[in-house]
Antibody
Framework: EVQLVESGGGLVQPGGSLRLSCAAS????????MHWVRQAPGKGLVWVSR????????SYADSVKGRFTISRDNAKNTLYLQMNSLRAEDTAVYYC????????????WGQGTLVTVSS | DIQMTQSPSSLSASVGDRVTITCRAS??????LNWYQQKPGKAPKLLIY???SLQSGVPSRFSGSGSGTDFTLTISSLQPEDFATYYC?????????FGQGTRLEIK
């Protein structure tokens, strides 16, 4: 069974940092591109970042470029999102999602982890 | 960036109704259009990919159609478990973008 389990969310002050993790199991993690998607309270889904299967290529939404870094450890079957210089508008539930590369749909999602940026 | 616009933003319907949600892209995305269902406090769930392909395990009352810029999600006969928020998403280009969501409520 495919499972994605996020962790690392919490309360952080503006300007602070946080690292999210997404532990994958039930599939060959190293074969799949992975994404982060976030959802502010009561709002819609917003794409954040993606990484290819071997970690050599990444992409970011303009709103997080230069502040967030996506990475992965295929030996540990884990995806990461390092978030620096956090702002109030980064407050959201962060989901990791597996993507089917050829068509680009997210076929499995984690349960999400809440990040709250507030003083 | 490709903008995705869904309509309506909210919809009230009854069990057994046929419901259609539309999604329009700001430029042609061929058939790179996916639909998700999200219930409160839960992660999104894939329903339809590549505009019209039903994800495994999803009931056949869900269907999708369209290509280019205009797409539809149809639920042929609403069931109680279908009341949720629905999102379209384009996978034609990066950044991936979602519609703003359609909240389907019980009438």
């Amino acid at each position: 069974e495919v499972q994605l389990v996020e962790s690392g969310g919490g309360l952080v002050q503006p300007g602070g940092s946080l690292r999210l993790s997404c532990a994958a199991s039930g599939f060959t993690f190293s074969s799949y591109w992975m994404h982060w998607v976030r959802q502010a309270p009561g709002k819609g889904l917003v794409w954040v970042s993606r990484i290819n299967s071997d970690g050599s290529s990444t992409s970011y939404a303009d709103s997080v470029k230069g502040r967030f870094t996506i990475s992965r450890d295929n030996a540990k079957n884990t995806l990461y999102l390092q978030m620096n210089s956090l702002r109030a508008e980064d407050t959201a539930v962060y989901y990791c999602a597996r993507v089917r590369v050829l068509v680009g749909y997210f076929d499995y999602w984690g349960q999400g982890t809440l990040v709250t940026v507030s003083s | 960036d490709i903008q995705m616009t869904q309509s309506p933003s909210s919809l009230s319907a009854s069990v057994g109704d046929r419901v259609t949600i539309t999604c329009r892209a700001s430029q042609s995305i061929s058939s790179y259009l996916n639909w998700y269902q999200q219930k409160p406090g839960k992660a999104p769930k894939l329903l339809i990919y590549a505009a019209s392909s039903l994800q495994s395990g999803v009931p056949s009352r869900f269907s999708g159609s369209g290509s280019g810029t205009d797409f539809t999600l149809t639920i042929s006969s609403l069931q109680p478990e279908d009341f949720a928020t629905y999102y379209c998403q384009q996978s034609y280009s990066t950044p991936r973008t979602f519609g703003q969501g359609t909240r389907l409520e019980i009438k």
